[in-house]
Each structure stands twice: as C-alpha cells, then as structure tokens.
C-alpha cells in the first residue's frame, strides 16, 4: 500500500490523530489512523483501519473505545451487507452493529485493500462515505 491509497476524510475541520503503520508480512500493509472531535487531543470520532491483508474491523474498534466514558469492549452482534459509494463507484460494504447504538463499524474494499471504519456517535451514512477521499500519509 502506498501514501497515495490511503483512505480518510480530507476535509475533516477537527484533529486528525496519527497515522500508525504496520505489516503482517511480504507484500502486507496496514494503517490506522483517527479523526477527533476538539482537536487533536480529543477522544476519536471515527477510525479508519485499512490492510491489504484481512479486515481491520477489531483493530478501529479498538482503537475507537476505552477512552473516556466509553467501554473498553462491545460485541458486535449483526452483520449485514450494505451497498455504499466510495468515491464515485458503488461497492458492498459490510455494516456491523454492536451492543450498544453509539459505536458503528463498516468495511469495504478499496484500492486493493480492505478498509474498516469505525464511528462513536458519527453517522456512518451517505454523506459520510461521499467526504471520503485520499489523505497523507
């Protein structure tokens, strides 16, 4: 993966918190990173996990949670497919709903990796997905 394939929110007014690289191996790569509502240093809004290997959708999760008032875990308990548009082209995403109605989680493939989106109260709709675009590394 390179910097010009990550996905993010471009135009995101608040803090975008660090990007965090890792591998999982030849020819696997992974990022996270996060958007803040109250700068940099406030608690996660929504977290991007994107991996060329497997779906990162525990990694945002986690990333997204213990911090705060929020708790440190929560089951996913529904998933379901659901058509979405990323940057103009219509993929299946997969939605995922949890215990608790404040946390959302989608992936979907993009640019030959697999891209999870994690939200605390951010609505994860078609406003959301149409802002998504490519962001520095």
């Not at 608040?14 to 700068?39: F, Q």
């Not at 608690?43 to 994107?50: H, M, N, R």
């Not at 996913?76 to 659901?82: G, S």
């Amino acid at each position: 993966m390179t910097n010009d394939q990550i996905v993010g929110i471009p135009g995101w007014a608040e803090g975008r918190g660090m990007l965090i690289r890792g591998g999982t191996g030849p020819g696997a790569d992974s990022v996270v990173h996060s958007y803040a509502h109250g700068g940099r240093r406030g608690l996660p809004a929504v977290v991007f996990a994107q991996s060329t290997a497997r779906d990162q959708t525990e990694a945002a999760v986690r990333n997204l949670l213990g911090r705060g008032d929020r708790p440190e875990q929560l089951e996913l308990v529904e998933e379901a497919p659901a058509p979405v548009v990323i940057g103009g082209t219509a993929v299946t995403a997969v939605r995922r709903r949890s215990s608790d109605g404040r946390l959302t989680c989608v992936s979907f493939p993009w640019q030959g990796a697999i891209v999870a989106v994690a939200a605390w109260e951010h609505p994860l709709d078609a406003a959301f997905f149409a802002s998504l675009g490519v962001v520095d590394a």
